[in-house]
């Protein structure tokens, strides 16, 4: 079945960085297009970044544009967040996401905090 396990969250300080991982099994990765997801306490789950299953294509929100990159390792069926340049309102549990067939596959997320 279909299985995403994220790591690489943690506390940072404001300005910092940090890049998390989400490893994918169950299904063929190189195929499908992946996305990072996050829910502040309190808010509504967003999308942060989507990249397309050849990596040729990148998207993601306006509150990270220039500060965050999302890759892909297609041999190693992991997709990445870089974050850098970190505010506390990136504060969040962080999910990657995948859409097979009409089902909505979540990994268990990833707790970022951002503080001083």
């Known amino acids: 079945q279909v299985q995403l396990v994220e790591s690489g969250g943690g506390l940072v300080q404001p300005g910092g960085s940090l890049r998390l991982s989400c490893a994918a099994s169950?299904?063929?990765?190189?195929?499908?297009?992946m996305s990072w997801y996050r829910q502040a306490p309190g808010k509504e789950r967003e999308l942060v970044a989507y990249?397309?299953?050849?990596?040729?294509?990148?998207n993601y929100a306006d509150s990270v544009k220039g500060r965050f990159t999302i890759s892909r390792d297609n041999a190693k069926n992991t997709v990445y967040l870089r974050m850098n340049s970190l505010k506390p309102e990136d504060t969040a549990v962080y999910c990657c996401?995948?859409?097979?067939?009409?089902?909505?596959?979540w990994g268990q997320g990833t707790q970022v905090t951002v503080s001083s």
């Open positions: 996401r995948v859409v097979v067939g009409t089902k909505f596959h």
């Open positions: 169950g299904f063929t990765f190189s195929n499908y297009a």
């Open positions: 990249i397309t299953s050849a990596g040729g294509m990148t």
